[in-house]
């Protein structure tokens, strides 16, 4: 059973911190992605990462940064946690395998930010 | 602006009855789209993918439509069950993208009453 994982369910942190969100995928996938997730907005691509190494903005990275130092995992990294950033953080992965793939989820982080 | 958007009010049915969730978009050129289950505290699960050239697939209970010309796809439940109570999110996958990024409505929660 392929399988996304997260390291928290819930996470609480104090402004100003900096936060480690891991995400880990063991299905062998070139692509990962990590989203946030707000009432009436869905889902929105923070990074995305296609290889090890290699990241790419999505739309809303600003306070954020990423790593890619292994295929099977990448972080999010708040540098410098705000109370705007409390949310629900899903990282997903998905094969480079054709052109029209589905993307797998994890269960998702909740944050908050005090 | 590029918009993509589903109904946001809940859609509430019988037991029985046939379940159609709507997913419309503007200023996109889709390759393809998709339909994601989200149970409350979860990640998106994918259920399915229609690509640009066609009009309609099936699996099991559910059907999706995708109407390039009206820039529409519509999602049935047919006999539907209170297990079905989830959000349903849509999410395209733009021409522009490399086919890897995909872009997420906010979802339509779908209650199912016995």
């Known amino acids: 059973d392929v399988k996304v994982t997260q390291s928290s369910r819930y996470l609480v942190k104090r402004t100003g911190e900096k936060v480690f969100l891991e995400c880990v995928q063991d299905m062998d996938h070139e692509n990962m992605f990590w989203y946030r997730q707000d009432p009436g907005l869905g889902l929105r691509l923070i990074y995305f990462?296609?290889?090890?190494?290699?990241?790419e903005k999505g739309d809303i990275p600003e306070g954020y940064s990423v790593s890619r130092e292994k295929k099977e995992r990448f972080s999010l990294i708040l540098e410098s946690a705000s109370t705007n950033q409390t949310s629900m953080y899903l990282c997903?992965?998905?094969?480079?395998?054709?052109?029209?793939?589905?993307?797998?989820f994890g269960p998702g982080t909740r944050l908050t930010v005090l | 602006s590029q918009k993509i958007e589903q109904n946001s009010e809940a859609l509430n049915i019988q037991e029985g009855k046939t379940a159609t969730l709507t997913c419309n978009y503007t200023n996109y050129s889709p390759a393809y789209l998709q339909w994601y289950r989200q149970d409350p505290g979860r990640g998106p699960v994918f259920l399915l993918l229609?690509?640009?050239?066609?009009k309609e697939k099936r699996k099991e209970r559910l059907k999706v439509t995708f109407d390039t010309t009206l820039k529409q796809s519509l999602f049935h439940i047919t006999a539907s069950q209170p297990a079905d109570s989830a959000t349903y999110l849509c999410?395209?996958?733009?021409?522009?993208?490399?086919?890897?990024?995909?872009?997420f409505g906010a979802g339509t929660r779908l209650a199912v009453h016995p």
């Open positions: 997903a992965s998905m094969p480079q395998t054709g052109v029209y793939n589905e993307q797998f």
């Open positions: 229609i690509r640009e050239n066609e």
């Open positions: 999410a395209l996958s733009p021409l522009s993208g490399g086919y890897n990024k995909l872009i």
């Open positions: 990462s296609y290889d090890v190494k290699m990241k």
